[in-house]
């Protein structure tokens, strides 16, 4: 209405005559005066709600009187009992008060899986919640841990098939060069071991086993470790100058001997005094040093040091 007006104010090629442009003026206020009590004689946007939408296209403005009707959302039913899904624009230009008369629809109960359970996370099986699945001890999942209950056409579905639980099983793991597995068999259970053992040797040294020699099946087709190594591990004779082997004498230094050593007098240990054989066939740590010398801090902590821990730790109690 306005805008045709507004089109008529200035035809083209036509100069504008303060006439003109007060009779315009004129007119507008007029138009104004009869429209305004109209707009502000009717109700607001309707309210919006979570579970429900309006029904129909909204109208830019209501009169009173006028009904406006709701339906459930997507996923959402009626509630029982009913509530009235409806509101009147009121005389004083209001919505008549309306709550959510929709709840959420209900995905079908699923039932704990064969050697399983099944977790209704949110607390009922409403559209919108998550049912969760867990195995039994010593059964694995296949399929999807997490179902959704979702939309589906009018309806609310879960989004996926149910998981299955299935009894974990372990292959024989794999053979080992110079080595055995004692209880070989096609198939482990659940918690069910398998122990290596390494061969006898035809040459002058031992096979050492390095890893584990005893594996657990812990999951399906899974072991709790990697197969162990059987192999010649043998340290060379460790020698100290200025000092002597104090413990782990033997002729042979094979996998995981251990050796300790003490200075003679007069000279002071570099190192750990305690040796073991590693898997490399090397020493771990490496073989001490006695010389004169004193050992710096930078060398294994010596008994004075262990006397100014000593002193911090009194100083430091609360007690005292
Ligand atoms: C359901 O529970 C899960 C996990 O606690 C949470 O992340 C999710 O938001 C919940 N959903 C609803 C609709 O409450
Ligand atoms: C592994 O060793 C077992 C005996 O310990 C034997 O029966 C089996 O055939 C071997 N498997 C392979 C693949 O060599
Ligand atoms: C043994 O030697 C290999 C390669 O020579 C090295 O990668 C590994 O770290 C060594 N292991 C130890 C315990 O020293």
């Known amino acids: 209405m306005i805008a045709a007006y507004v089109s008529h104010k200035a035809p083209p090629g036509r100069p504008e005559s303060p006439l003109f442009t007060w ?4 007119m507008i206020f007029v138009a104004l005066v009869l429209l305004l009590p109209i707009f502000s004689d009717a109700c607001g946007d309707p309210p919006r709600f979570e579970t429900m939408r309006l029904q129909g296209a909204p109208k830019p403005n209501y009169s009173p009187g006028e009904t406006i009707h709701y339906e459930c959302r997507l996923g959402f039913q009626p509630m029982a009992p009913p509530l009235p899904p409806s509101a009147v624009c009121q005389d004083d230009n209001t919505w008549s008060p309306l ?46 841990r997490i179902l959704y209950c979702e939309i589906s056409g009018n309806n609310v579905i879960w989004g996926d098939n149910p998981p299955l639980c299935e009894r974990i099983l372990c292959a024989t793991p794999r053979n080992i060069t110079n080595g055995r597995i004692t209880n070989y068999k096609d198939e482990y259970e659940y918690n069910e071991i398998v122990t290596y053992s390494c061969n006898p040797s035809d040459g002058p040294d031992e096979y050492s086993l390095v890893g584990e020699s005893v594996l657990v099946c812990v999951d399906s087709d899974r072991w709790s470790s990697d197969s162990p190594q059987c192999k010649v591990v043998k340290c060379e004779y460790p020698v100290v100058e200025h000092g002597k082997m ?31 054989c590693g898997a490399n066939s090397t020493w771990e740590p490496k073989i001490p040093m006695c010389t004169k010398a004193y050992p710096s801090p930078s060398d294994e902590l010596q008994p004075e040091h262990f006397e100014d821990l000593g002193i911090i730790l009194v100083i430091n109690n609360p007690a005292l």
């Open 23 to 26: 009779c315009f003026a004129g």
């Open 246 to 276: 104090v413990s782990g004498f033997r002729k042979k230094f094979y996998y995981k001997s251990q050796v300790a050593f003490e200075c003679n007098q007069g000279f002071y240990l570099h190192g750990s005094n305690t040796i073991v």
């Open 99 to 144: 709550q959510e008369a929709c709840t959420r629809k209900l995905c079908p109960n699923l039932g704990d899986p064969v050697n399983g359970q099944v977790n209704y996370v949110n607390g009922s099986t409403m559209f919108g919640s998550q049912a969760h699945y867990f195995c039994n001890e010593g059964f694995y999942m296949i399929g999807s």
